[in-house]
């Protein structure tokens, strides 16, 4: 499959780029960026636009923003290309929902780079999980990726914290063991350390718990998924698969026609966004809550 893709940051040179130079089922057709000198960084023809890139591939890999990925993406996929999302899937729920039902009407397909759903450690952890009866569960993500290193510098991850950007992964995950979210029950967040402490309920009144920050000064950061309930505990403690190694098991499965994606999903991508956007009103509720009683 002919590949582009869309994006020059830390991420796309670490991961995106690499993952599709090597991959036996793709070519690496080149890259655009709206910075032509980082994009001369990837090793990979340089498109002018982002039109011409479109045009010269099958499917669209993205590294971009979420507020420019949603934009691009429909671009894409309206010309019948499939696409390769990262989380969050948009920048608004409204721009999220439009690209699912854009993918839905062209018949293309598409999957969304939810990293730890594709480390064979999450997939044993799940499957342990599989078909068990959990009241609860607990996870947290503890890091100090914007206190320095090669993604503190950016801007959207800066503006949103853990909340949008680790946070996708680990509702993901809490979705996958207790069902959908259907309440924020509390959401706290401390403005100096970007902690983030939530309590979600699910489908049957079960309840989660989440804990997030990427300005905790950890090394090396924590990924901790612990689920309990009448069928004991069941615990993800641990996510040494690189990134890297995650990319390749994703293209392997967005490149197996015979069946659709078993992670991953547009539909789980647009439903964590959605959770995600709930926690933020929920966040700034509290804020405003707390300011009326100084």
Do not use: N
């Amino acid at each position: 499959m002919r590949v582009g893709l869309a994006g020059a940051g830390q991420w796309a040179l670490m991961t995106h780029a690499p993952a599709l130079a090597v991959h036996p089922g793709v070519e690496l057709v080149g890259v655009w960026a709206r910075d032509p000198a980082a994009a001369a960084q990837v090793g990979a023809p340089v498109f002018d636009t982002f039109g011409d890139l479109v045009a010269a591939s099958d499917a669209v890999a993205f590294a971009v923003p979420p507020e420019v990925q949603a934009e691009l993406a429909m671009f894409a996929v309206a010309r019948g290309r499939h696409v390769i999302l990262e989380k969050p899937v948009a920048g608004s729920m409204a721009d999220a929902v439009a690209l699912e039902r854009l993918v839905r009407e062209q018949g293309v397909r598409s999957i969304v780079f939810l990293a730890r759903r594709f480390a064979p450690e999450t997939r044993d952890f799940l499957d342990a999980a599989a078909g068990r009866e959990w009241a609860t569960a607990d996870a947290e993500w503890l890091s100090g990726a914007l206190l320095g290193g090669p993604f503190a510098a950016s801007p959207w991850r800066q503006r949103g914290g853990a909340l949008v950007d680790v946070g996708p992964h680990v509702l993901d995950l809490l979705i996958e063991l207790l069902g959908p979210v259907t309440d924020v029950l509390r959401a706290r967040r401390d403005a100096l350390s970007d902690a983030t402490k939530v309590m979600l309920e699910h489908a049957g009144q079960r309840v989660s718990t989440a804990t997030l920050s990427m300005r905790t000064p950890v090394m090396p950061s924590r990924l901790r998924v612990c689920a309990q309930g009448p069928s004991g505990v069941v615990e993800l403690a641990s996510r040494e698969t690189p990134a890297l190694e995650c990319y390749r098991a994703m293209l392997d499965e967005f490149l197996d026609r015979s069946a659709g994606p078993t992670a991953g999903s547009l539909r789980r991508g647009v439903e964590v966004l959605e959770v995600v956007e709930r926690i933020e009103q929920a966040l700034r509720a509290e804020q405003l809550a707390r300011e009326s009683l100084r």
